[in-house]
């Protein structure tokens, strides 16, 4: 392998000599016409509602000097670029390197070859200026994050997940309890970089993509190093390279402890630390891919609402504790529910979303035992509602509702009409479509349970019906 120092300084040779190349070509052609980086994004501020990411297409963005080395400048007459060229040819690694999905080619080669230095004249013009002064300490802090993609044996990235159409008042915000997650407002340099993260013939809306300010960051990832230049993006483009069920019981906890549904997110994104592969002008790379995983209405022009969920640090807070207690490993049955819910509140039928909602109770709340499902439901549920009091629901009203709830859904489930649609609770002056009444359940059994994890075990429930049944001896009749 190249000594690491030996390859440093051959490439900052080349970049050097390039940029005084570049600047001899604009000084004897001043007004020559030079692409520009096509698509290259900018933003446009909005304090009423979230920063724009539009682009420059034809005119207006930043000038790619890169591009003067295809059509107007000789890369290989470049003081220093042929030695850089022989230090690379003599080590096969350097094959591999510029290979693409395994599959070597001369061409490829040549331009992975090119494009290494090239890109990097371009991105030190655009970060430190045409006419700044070459300073070996400003080549390096460019250089370094490509030395570790082509040298480092693990490559370490953040994923990212904008939040969507929420408004935080806060920048950051963390809990001791779980330092490696965290919600941050993204900085301009990732919102800029993740307007590229799009799938090709994606059905999803710009306006939906950029309306996030802040994000889910989740640290601690690494994909083995020393990959391939053309190649970065194919793995993070997968859905299976992100934790799907973490980050959605991410935004099931914001859902549980806002109650609001009006939540989601349609980006994944991973953010190397320390390391890119290339620029662009003067923005790091980052990779990821698109997936819709938000509620429909999102799609209804939700982006010219006035009015968004507000979360607040104090918030921000209590959703971070109570993820932490979404442990898949210590409670199995909650991989199912969380999977579940986040169906139930994605549905666009609503038909639908109580078939999810129904088998979510049934895997919280059952046991595996003989005796009439829905009767034991009821009694758990209402139990759940005995062990808290911060709701206006009664345990009488819960056995109820759940029984009315299990009414409707074997109505669909043997194709007739729905009975109780709607669900009156006179009490509570209070009529509510039972879909969205069954999804308020779930969602406060899911909170009671997870702060109160002794009762994930149905028989402790039990137990607290038959205290239950002292005191409210209608509930058994």
Request: aromatic content about 14%; overall charge negative; charged content about 25%.
């Amino acid at each position: 392998m190249i000594e690491k120092k030996k390859l440093r300084d051959h490439i900052q040779k080349v970049v050097f000599s390039g940029i005084s190349v570049v600047r001899s070509y604009l000084k004897e052609n001043e007004g020559a016409h030079i692409t520009q980086h096509f698509e290259f994004p900018y933003l446009k501020r909005n304090e009423d509602s979230f920063d724009q990411i539009s682009k420059y297409y034809f005119t207006g963005g930043p000038k790619d000097y890169e591009s003067l080395f295809k059509k107007k400048l000789n890369i290989n007459s470049i003081d220093g670029f042929q030695e850089y060229s022989d230090l690379l040819s003599s080590n096969k690694y350097f094959k591999e390197f510029f290979s693409y999905r395994g599959v070597h080619n001369d061409d490829l080669y040549l331009l992975g070859v090119h494009q290494l230095v090239t890109n990097l004249i371009d991105a030190y013009l655009h970060t430190y200026g045409i006419n700044s002064e070459l300073k070996v300490e400003n080549f390096i802090e460019l250089y370094e994050p490509i030395e570790e993609f082509i040298f480092a044996e693990n490559l370490y990235y953040d994923i990212y997940i904008p939040i969507l159409f929420t408004k935080f008042d806060f920048q950051d915000c963390a809990v001791p309890e779980n330092e490696d997650i965290e919600i941050v407002k993204m900085s301009d340099a990732i919102q800029l970089s993740r307007s590229s993260i799009k799938e090709y013939g994606s059905p999803i809306s710009s306006s939906i993509l950029n309306a996030a300010s802040h994000a889910l960051r989740i640290k601690g990832f690494s994909i083995e190093g020393k990959r391939s230049y053309f190649d970065v993006n194919r793995n993070f483009s997968e859905i299976s390279m992100y934790p799907i069920d973490m980050i959605n019981s991410f935004f099931n906890s914001m859902r549980i402890i806002t109650l609001d549904n009006d939540l989601g997110y349609a980006q994944l994104l991973a953010v190397p630390i320390g390391w890119t592969e290339k620029y662009n002008a003067f923005l790091s790379s980052i990779y990821g891919t698109t997936v819709r995983s938000y509620p429909k209405v999102f799609e209804d022009y939700y982006w010219l609402k006035n009015d968004y969920t507000k979360i607040n640090e104090f918030i921000g807070k209590d959703i971070l504790k109570f993820f932490n207690g979404f442990d898949f490993t210590k409670h199995k049955k909650l991989q199912l529910v969380n999977r579940r819910l986040n169906m139930c509140v994605l549905r666009e039928e609503e038909e639908d979303s109580i078939l999810d909602a129904t088998i979510a109770m049934e895997a919280l709340l059952s046991d595996g035992g003989t005796g009439e499902l829905t009767h034991k439901l009821a009694m758990r549920m209402a139990a759940i509602f005995k062990i808290t009091s911060m709701y206006s629901y009664t345990p009488e009203m819960v056995f109820d509702i759940v029984k009315k709830i299990y009414g409707y859904r074997s109505s669909i489930v043997h194709g007739g009409k729905p009975k109780h649609q709607e669900i009156i609770i006179e009490e509570l002056d209070l009529n509510i479509p039972t879909p969205k009444l069954a999804l308020v359940l779930l969602k406060i059994a899911i909170k009671v349970l997870i702060e109160n994890p002794v009762y994930f075990d149905p028989k402790r429930l039990d137990q607290e019906l038959l205290k239950l049944s002292e005191t409210s001896s209608n509930i058994l009749d």
